[in-house]
Structure formats: C-alpha cells, structure tokens
C-alpha cells in the first residue's frame, strides 16, 4: 500500500486512479525512488506544464 501526495502539475494530466496504477505497476520491481522519477518523466510526457512534486509512502 502507499499514499500518494503531489502537487497539480500531476494531476493536471492523471487522476488518481492512474497514478495508482503506475505506482503499483512499477512497485514490481522497480524503488520508490526510480518510480516517483519515472512518474515526473510521465507526465511530462504528457504535457503537463506546472511545477511537479510528489511524494510516495510505502505503508
């Protein structure tokens, strides 16, 4: 399980239940470090132009 907090850059381009996908899909084999990076990278992707930050607990 985790707890996702970020900032609207994220959310201007997923909505919760992607994010949770991602983070759980990535959460296979992949740290929490390289999967709150690889999520930045994602949105970008996708056009976000506001400030991101995100923070993920693992609970």
Known sequence: SFVIIACDGIWDVMNNEQVALFVSEKAKNTSIKHIASQLLDHCLNLGTT?????YIIKI
Request: proline share 0%; aromatic share 0%.
């Open 50 to 54: 506001d400030n991101m930050s995100i």
